[in-house]
């Protein structure tokens, strides 16, 4: 099946700090992807949507100017916590969904990326 | 609203024995509907996926799931459980979004 990456796996930074987490799509082309969060034993939540080349769409109650999401090209997606607090540690799923337009493409998602911070 | 509910958080079964996950959707329409599994720390694999025809599909790792229209269900099953099968288990339907079921955790005794 098609492969999704995410950089880092795991980060730990200082409160008042940025984190970027990318997203790529290995083997395919991406024209949508989905950033995800998830809380210990909880399921995913989605945050955002994003098309490549256009604004992400948020879901109620993610902070955009919180989450920024930027889809630059078709196999890469950036996920930027910015100013993170301790209430944003959580693991973070991005997804890629390939670009045929079709109701029935597949959804792939990438290993995650647990944020801690401190 | 849209929603998929996996009555069962957490299941324990014997290696060798059967398993049945289940699945509830509701939908205005018949969505999609997916099977992922999640072991601990990482993202999250597909096991099968259902868009329409024959309503018993087959996944991978042994893995079928049966959607059924009139029970608005799509539960996951297996006939023999590994060790390696432990995991949090998800189901998801896509109408426009996907939406996530709550998971269930399956532990596998030896």
């Known amino acids: 099946g098609a492969v999704v990456s995410q950089h880092p796996s795991r980060v730990i930074c200082k409160s008042g700090t940025s984190v970027k987490i990318e997203c790529r799509s290995l083997d395919f082309q991406a024209t949508t992807m989905f950033w995800y969060r998830q809380f210990p034993k909880q399921s995913l939540m989605l945050m955002a949507t994003s098309n490549e080349g256009s604004k992400a769409t948020y879901e109620q109650g993610v902070e955009k100017d919180k989450f920024l999401i930027n889809h630059a090209s078709l196999t890469l997606s950036t996920l930027t916590v910015t100013s993170a607090h301790p209430e944003d540690s959580s693991f973070y799923i991005c997804?890629?969904?390939?670009?045929?337009?079709?109701?029935?493409?597949?959804?792939?998602f990438g290993p995650g990326t647990r944020l801690t911070v401190l | 609203a849209q929603s998929v509910t996996q009555p069962d958080i957490h299941i324990t079964v014997s290696e060798g024995a059967s398993l049945e996950l289940r699945c509830n959707y509701s939908?205005?329409?018949?969505?999609?509907l997916f099977w992922y599994v999640q072991s601990p720390g990482q993202g999250l694999q597909l096991l099968l996926k259902y868009f329409s025809g024959d309503t018993l599909v087959q996944g991978i790792k042994g893995f079928e799931a049966e959607f059924k229209r009139s029970q608005s269900s799509f539960n996951l099953r297996k006939p023999s459980v590994h060790w390696s099968d432990a995991a949090e288990y998800f189901c998801a339907a896509r109408g426009g979004k996907l939406i996530f079921g709550q998971g269930t955790e399956l532990s596998v005794k030896p």
């Open positions: 997804s890629a969904r390939s670009g045929t337009g079709r109701r029935t493409d597949t959804q792939y």
């Open positions: 939908y205005g329409a018949t969505p999609y």
